[in-house]
């Protein structure tokens, strides 16, 4: 059994079929982890015995025919979501002695179905990132190659995926951070309209732009595990109120007849040419499918940068107020007051990012500077909503590469905070205006993936799946693999 080949839907039919347990299915990803991830880094906290412990209940429960389509199947989780007794570290030396007191309401969920936690993924320290490399705990590293970074903020999920250490992950979303690992992985990663994926025991990063979504090898399998974690929930005030629905629905509908977008703006000469030829291969396999394409403008791209670094930075500032040393995470030793806790507790194990970020949202919001930076860049998030409304009004979908390059070498990017910004920029408008989007593997430069991105219309989901499952089944990028050598 090659178990870094299987995807859900055929480790549900294996599952099904018995051809292997929930348990043996369990030791074999844990096995492969043991032996591969001292090299790639992918997991903060691999929860061996509880894995183990949940796979024999799994086990019972298919037994009785107690089934859900995750019943028995391991996943990994980024290190965002609350784990039930189990460490929520978000990256951070803040919450390294964090032991979640309760689970995140996508845990819960996945636990109803009795699926199998391994463990907790490495990230950027509380999302802030697009490399891995702001990890408290080591950057994690790309299972294609190891020099180069599996990109952020959900890097180790999807490293964790294309690595075969778990058929599939969870990430969160705020600008980019499941599309962009996804597609510097080979994987496809889906960022749910926001609202969809309750943001209930998901610790905060900006508020108004985090969406929880999955990492999987397939878009059959994205939608099997969205259908899993999707869903209203009383406990998230911006979760949407909306019947449950079966994203896989549509997965064998045929394209024909469907307009894509290409907005002008994102296909410039700031995008690697290996990215451009795929991406206009990518689109004649779209083409014999019966799709046509338009040319649409979205005009605010350029502003659109300038807009999230000041929106998510003040929306993180307030959401880190409360690591302050007095309720949980780190204090630091002997504080001679008060202010000296607070002051010495944030500066000692807030990482350099989170610090930059924190200071730029406080000075966004501070009195005299409030209408300048923060009211501005709200108007221009109202604007990149009409320019995307405009653009849907003549397509269906908008068809954009992922990522201005393929994934970076470790370091290449950590001496420049702008240039690092500008590897969002065409992700971070989805996000400003709430919008769904997946990343699809459509190609490689070398040994490295490359990705597309397909956005659509708000709670289009399952339209997009089913766009990337006909794409997928006319191309084979998404089922490659990388091969791993041991450290
Ligand atoms: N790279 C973006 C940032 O650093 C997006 C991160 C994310 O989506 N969590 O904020």
Redesign the pocket.
């Known amino acids: 059994m090659n178990i870094e080949q299987l995807t859900l839907a055929e480790l549900q039919q294996g599952l099904k079929d018995k051809r292997f347990s929930s348990l043996e299915l369990t030791q074999s990803y844990l096995a492969r982890i043991k032996d591969f991830d001292a090299t790639i880094n992918s997991f903060i906290t691999v929860t061996d015995e509880l894995a183990l412990t949940a796979a024999k209940l799994a086990d019972e429960q298919l037994a009785k025919g107690n089934t859900s389509p995750l019943t028995g199947i391991p996943l990994a989780h980024k290190d965002i979501f609350c784990t039930d007794g189990v460490k929520t570290s978000c990256a951070s030396k803040m919450l390294d002695n964090f032991i979640a007191p309760y689970n995140a309401t996508v845990i819960e969920k996945l636990n109803q179905q009795h699926s199998v936690m391994l463990g907790k993924t490495n990230m950027?320290e509380f999302?802030?990132?697009?490399s891995n490399e702001n990890s408290f705990y080591g950057a994690c590293k790309n299972p294609w190659e190891v020099s180069c970074v599996p990109g952020?903020?959900?890097g180790g999920s999807a490293a964790a995926v294309a690595a075969g250490f778990a058929p599939a992950a969870t990430g969160?979303?705020?600008?980019?951070?499941?599309r962009?690992p996804a597609a510097f992985c080979g994987l496809t990663g889906l960022k749910p309209t926001y609202g969809v994926v309750s943001r209930y025991g998901m610790v905060a990063?900006?508020s108004s732009?985090?969406q929880g979504g999955v990492i999987t090898k397939n878009a059959e399998d994205a939608a099997i595990f969205l259908n899993a974690i999707a869903g209203f929930d009383a406990k998230d005030s911006t979760s949407v109120e909306k019947a449950n629905e079966d994203y896989t629905r549509l997965l064998s509908a045929s394209l024909q007849g469907k307009v894509i977008g290409l907005p002008e703006e994102y296909f410039s000469d700031q995008v690697d040419s290996a990215i451009s030829q795929s991406i206009e291969a990518a689109k004649k396999v779209l083409e014999q499918q019966g799709v046509t394409f338009k040319s649409v403008n979205l005009k605010t791209t350029e502003q659109a940068i300038s807009a999230?670094?000041i929106i998510?930075p003040s929306e993180a500032s307030a959401n880190l107020q409360r690591y302050d040393g007095v309720r949980y995470g780190y204090r630091c030793d002997n504080p001679k007051d008060l202010e000296d806790m607070f002051v010495r507790s944030r500066t000692e194990a807030f990482g350099e990012?989170v610090q930059r970020?924190i200071l730029i949202g406080t000075y966004a919001l501070s009195a005299g500077f409030y209408d300048a930076y923060y009211r501005k860049a709200q108007k221009i998030r109202r604007l990149i909503k009409e320019d995307f409304e405009n653009a849907f009004a003549v397509c269906d979908f908008i068809l954009a590469p992922t990522t201005p390059t393929p994934a970076f070498k470790i370091g290449a990017n950590t001496k420049d905070p702008v240039a690092?910004?500008l590897?969002?920029i065409f992700?971070?408008s989805v996000?400003l205006a709430g919008l769904p989007a997946l990343s699809l593997p459509c190609g490689f430069k070398g040994n490295l993936p490359i990705g597309m991105q397909l956005i659509g219309k708000p709670f289009s989901e399952a339209e997009l799946l089913q766009a990337a499952h006909q794409f997928q089944q006319a191309t084979d990028w998404h089922t490659k693999t990388p091969v791993l050598t041991k450290a």
């Not at 969160?172 to 499941?178: C, E, V």
């Open positions: 950027d999302a802030m990132g697009s952020g903020s959900s969160t979303d705020t600008g980019g951070s499941i962009q990063y900006a732009l985090d999230y670094y998510a990012e970020r690092m910004y590897e969002d992700t971070i996000n």
